[in-house]
């Protein structure tokens, strides 16, 4: 058999259940901003470390071939294509290279620390507003 136990004034605020802690359309709003926020984040921080991988990547290679001997040819790839190229051109393509990473790389962190700047605002209001009947951690 199942007990059915009423709920005192005070459980009810706990859960959120009291008049205090209903939930407005703005309040709503907020929720729906900082779940979006909250994916939209996820989704620069995996951007971001593929891109810092690819700053890994040719940063290596750039040390590799500062040990290559000048009069040889070596395999630059463009697109799906590899190019057999003087190494002072390789060496200057892969420079414009790793200066578009670094600038999508400090792009990327902008706009994390700006999205995050946002969430922590959206996370201090929702808090005030519901306390511990809310979670936002995750």
């Not at 921080?45 to 700053?55: N, R």
């Not at 290679?61 to 790839?77: F, G, H, N, Q």
């Not at 390789?90 to 290279?97: G, R």
Request: charge should be negative; aromatic fraction near 4%; avoid cysteine.
């Amino acid at each position: 058999m199942m007990q059915t136990r009423m709920l005192s004034k005070e459980d009810e605020v706990a859960v959120g259940g009291g008049d205090d802690n209903e939930v407005r359309r703005e309040d709503q709003e907020k929720i729906n901003r900082f779940s979006r926020l909250h994916q939209r984040e996820t989704v620069l921080e995996d951007l971001l470390k593929a891109k810092q991988k690819d700053k890994e990547d040719l940063e290596e290679v750039s040390t590799e071939l500062e040990l290559a001997d000048e009069d040889e040819l070596v395999p630059y790839k463009i697109g799906d294509s590899f190019f057999q190229l003087p190494l002072e051109e390789a060496q200057s393509l892969l420079s414009s290279s790793t200066e578009q990473i670094d600038t999508e790389v400090s792009g990327l962190e902008d706009k994390l620390g700006d999205l995050r700047e946002e969430l922590q605002q959206l996370k201090v209001a929702l808090y005030a507003r519901f306390g511990r009947s809310i979670n936002l951690e995750t």
